[in-house]
């Protein structure tokens, strides 16, 4: 806060004219483009091109297994799902029974 009223100060003084400051330090924007592609041309690239590496190995590999096990799986269900009204009764009955006979056998205990 200090340095924007100093610095509003002198140019109302007009001690120091901004358009005829010679300073190359100013003229390059502090170096921030220089260190900035240095960086992204060096370690950054580096650390990034590694980040791509994993997404590529690791979570698409996982994503991509977890579809074709998905895939599997849903074939395999398909098999047991025929149509026919009679198997899924059957079937519905005998999970019944299961059921009721497990229950049976924990109350006599």
């Not at 650390?47 to 074939?75: K, M, P, T, Y």
């Not at 098999?79 to 497990?102: D, H, I, K, N, P």
Request: charge should be positive.
């Amino acid at each position: 806060m200090l340095g924007i009223a100093g610095g509003f100060g002198v140019y109302l003084l007009r001690k120091a004219d901004p358009r005829r400051l010679e300073l190359g330090f100013f003229r390059s924007a502090w170096h921030y483009d220089e260190g900035l592609s240095s960086f992204v041309a060096g370690p950054g690239r580096r650390f990034f091109d590694g980040l791509a590496e994993f997404d590529r190995q690791i979570i698409d590999g996982a994503v991509n297994g977890l579809g074709r096990l998905s895939l599997r799986n849903g074939r395999l269900l398909g098999l047991l799902q025929t149509g026919q009204l009679r198997r899924y009764v059957l079937g519905m009955s005998v999970g019944a029974v299961a059921v009721l006979l497990y229950f049976v056998t924990r109350m006599s205990l």
